[in-house]
């Protein structure tokens, strides 16, 4: 169960450090949204944390 929290960890830094760069650009591509909606999906699954707080927790 360890190493599922610390893949869950990889995708989230790498939605948050894509998510920095595009909004220094100016833009925040849809995809970029869906894949966070899907890794905040499959956390709260895991977890079985409310997906609303997961999202407050992780922006």
Do not use: C, V, W
Not at 4 to 12: A, G, K, P
Request: aromatic share 6%; glycine share 2%.
């Amino acid at each position: 169960m360890n190493r599922l929290y610390t893949q869950f960890d990889l995708i989230q830094r790498a939605i948050q450090t894509t998510s920095h760069l595009l909004k220094e650009h100016g833009t925040e591509a849809e995809s970029l949204q869906s894949a966070r909606e899907q890794y905040l999906h499959a956390l709260s699954h895991e977890t079985l944390i409310d997906p609303d707080y997961l999202r407050h927790i992780i922006e």
